[in-house]
Nanobody, 125 residues
Framework: QVQLVESGGGLVKAGESLRLSCAASGFSLYDYAITWFRQAPGMEREGISCISPTDITKYYRDSVKGRFTVSRDNDKNAIYLQMDDLKAEDTAIYYC??????????????????WGRGTQVTVSP
């Protein structure tokens, strides 16, 4: 069964850090780009970071640039999102999504065949 499972969310105070994980099962992430999305209450889902299959291309939304770092470990079939200096406005459900691409491509939006169910991140002021 093809699955993406996010973990690592929680309740933290502003300025603290969290590391989210996105673990794949039932398929290999080797040829897949991964995009992290988040959706806050009453807001549209937004792409915040993506990483290409080759780990060469990484994009970040301006609001998280310099604070969030995306990485991947293909041997562990997992993607990570290190979130530092968290702010109250980072509060949202965070999702990972996978799309099969080649080389250096990743996208901050579009159609993705595989999605996780999300993990809640809550940052208190």
């Amino acid at each position: 069964q093809v699955q993406l499972v996010e973990s690592g969310g929680g309740l933290v105070k502003a300025g603290e850090s969290l590391r989210l994980s996105c673990a794949a099962s039932g398929f290999s992430l080797y040829d897949y780009a991964i995009t992290w999305f988040r959706q806050a209450p009453g807001m549209e889902r937004e792409g915040i970071s993506c990483i290409s299959p080759t780990d060469i291309t990484k994009y970040y939304r301006d609001s998280v640039k310099g604070r969030f770092t995306v990485s991947r470990d293909n041997d562990k079939n997992a993607i990570y999102l290190q979130m530092d200096d968290l702010k109250a406005e980072d509060t949202a459900i965070y999702y990972c999504a996978a799309e099969r691409t080649y080389g250096t491509t990743c996208h901050m939006g579009g159609e993705f065949p595989y999605w996780g169910r999300g993990t809640q991140v809550t940052v208190s002021p």
